[in-house]
């Protein structure tokens, strides 16, 4: 039986500059690139808990707040939060720093679920997750509701079904 | 006044070939490296409709079905769906074709969110969108719904006051 | 016996924005950059045309008018205008857009041409095109001409031979 | 008055190695990816010349022949082969080679065309070309006829004005 | 004056996967993409220690142990170890690790210097660097002599006046 | 036996135009990208020593002098200066040049380590360096003295077994 992982385990750090090359023209980090990123940054967190190839299989809402400018730092804090049959949910930190005047400002969070291969390229099970801190257990339980926020947004299930979404809607 | 806009103006159709430098060891287009392209079609399709620059302001929920294949050919197509007071929502549909063995493939389908900035880099207001087929209608009206599910997950709606996506749930 | 193919079947449309990425020193879209885009765009027309991998045989005359400018929208339209055993010639139309100043602006036509590989990476015989509209018409004709140009100047063929191409010149 | 300039001031050698991020899906060098380079080489080649930016006004007929291979060395030469008042036309030749095997093969040879650029970014004159060697000479010679070949395929001159192009075809 | 910091204040960590665009021919990283990483996590921990921009002035000696794979996670810890009147040396870790095969190798150590700039790009002072820990202290130590090193090879340096180094060799 | 091989028969001359895409936040050439380029000049430069493919051992002491700016050309001049058993050591000369202020200026000179590798990726031997000129033959002697410099600070040699490096310490 594959052994449980720890949410920390799977912790992960990126830092980049904001070059000329990542900017609209504006001299702000383009939002795709970022999310291009984001999406190495969660998969490496993602390959942490399972050790094995991953694809990512969804992203979920992000909205991004203050535009990181030209020349500042960005800081990408991805860890696994919950994990589904063959899939995990990474919840992914960005802010940016402006080292010259000394302040760090949050561009968004996000959650991108990415599905585990076996050497046939098909879906294999993944070790279960154990939260620890209360952050963790609050984003533990959450990944629940947001896994069917999904399922209903992909027209794979019914919003009758999505019990704990459903929850927030109605106080039966 | 501002003159209002049709959505098939806005129309905005790229084409890629996935080379090497896009994807993954596994020889599939990489969901960052997509999801940058889709910003860039997205926004092109955005400043088509509100004749500003664009920056993104939110990425809904994207869930990926078949990964699009080394030497294949990507399509993207976009066009606005519904503009609210700064902001334009921009539907994308993004399918693989092999050229070869001469067969389409879907890969997903998103909404990104655009605001309009003025000189200054401050939100300006936008165009109406005037949907006219019956699936720019559906699109359009369901907008709305979106937008809700984007307020509550971020935090700026409380799901009482979603009235659209409640009665998703709730048969009053 | 290779059943023949439209024109418009080959229709490919590419759109890009022009990046800080993309431009030269005084924030034009680099010629060489543009190639670049271009030869991707005429190889996916040419796969649509003959369903096989391709590689660029040749690339006639092309002449820059207005550069593209940073923050501008490329647009690039290719088809198939003729082919020939094993390859095909590709009509490359490239035009500027500025959607802020709401203008469009020509920035050149060109023509690509490709030929077809079979698995073992010789070149494999392509379907014929069958022009339609009176422009098709007009470039399948002068298709012949520029192929004579590109044989003479590629020292391929003597300029007595070029038949059409001495017409231009001998009214006899 | 501008002092004219030899034809081997202007020569400028590149070297580059095909990387996977160069190739196509067939593990040759792009076409694409080659013109870029060529444009970069010749670019720099022109302001050799002229001591002023440049920017690519027109590509000849390029020919590939031998594709390069992943892994292999990329050649390019250039220089300025004759000077119009405010344009440069830049020879290339492009070869490609294999340390390992020990040998080399031709790609192409090619013809970019140059504007000298004032601080306006208007046309300004360049210094008169020098050709010294037998070689130099012919090319020098020759690049009145291609010179004209690109006015006429551009529709800025009637076949019947270009007497070096005519004398080709008709033996008065 | 200026406040002097800790060595863990400017502790920088990146974390890439190596995709097919960073390798060379025989599937792993370039020597010349890490350096380039190896400088942006460099310089981000030197911009945290004086909160200014910086450019790199030196690099000092890399061994290349292990080369690390495609697929691979690469990590590079960055962080200064001593700082002179306008520079600092920054010291860097880097390893591989195969998250499938659940292993981690070395892949080098290096030390970058940067130096800060002023608003006229004019060298400008940076806070003194206070080792805290035992190995925080060596590297601080031994940043004398490699100082040393580099102004020697550098020819601005007589290796007679090169009391630390010297040390190492003379023993008096 | 192998044949020796000059040290003129691996001469590489490599020439980049400095784009936005390769400055930093200030307009200069970003260190890292140099560095990116300098170890493919000089892989080229080792390979056509040793015809086999090379990887990067290690990279010597690099100071950098002026920056090079936006828009300048980049020379990149690399020959191998001696070989031991499997490796060689390959000296690069590198400088800014401004066509359109007519000047050149030393950016940095470098030594990269090489080893070739056979068809199993493992050490082979490659062919003796002869030098010729003064140049080649002061570099091929100081070549054993750097070489101890790496092995010292890599700690595979103790400094009291580099007798050529000691002797610039200690006048016996």
């Keep these: 039986m594959m052994e449980s992982r720890k949410s920390s ?5 990126m830092t980049e500059i904001v070059l000329p090359n990542d ?3 504006y001299g702000n980090l383009m939002g795709g690139r ?6 190495i940054a969660a998969a490496i967190s993602a390959q942490k808990h399972c050790n094995a190839p ?7 809402n992000i909205s991004f707040e203050s535009p990181i400018k030209l020349g500042n730092t960005v800081h990408i804090e991805a860890h696994v939060t919950r994990s589904f049959h063959t899939s995990m949910e ?4 960005v802010w940016g720093e402006d080292h010259i005047q000394q302040y ?3 561009s968004n969070e996000a959650y991108y679920t990415f599905v585990a291969l076996d050497s046939n390229g098909r879906p294999k099970p993944v070790p279960q997750l154990i939260p620890e801190t209360e952050e963790e257990k609050k984003l533990f339980d959450a990944a629940l509701r947001r896994r069917q926020v999904r399922l209903i947004l992909g027209g794979k299930m019914k919003p009758d079904d999505a019990a704990e979404l459903r929850a927030l809607f109605v106080k039966d």
């Design 9 to 13: 385990e799977s912790k992960t750090m």
């Design 23 to 25: 900017t609209n023209v």
């Design 34 to 39: 970022l999310m291009y990123w984001m999406d």
């Design 54 to 60: 991953v694809v990512t299989a969804s992203v979920d």
């Design 90 to 93: 990474v919840h992914l930190k």
């Design 104 to 106: 760090k400002y949050k």
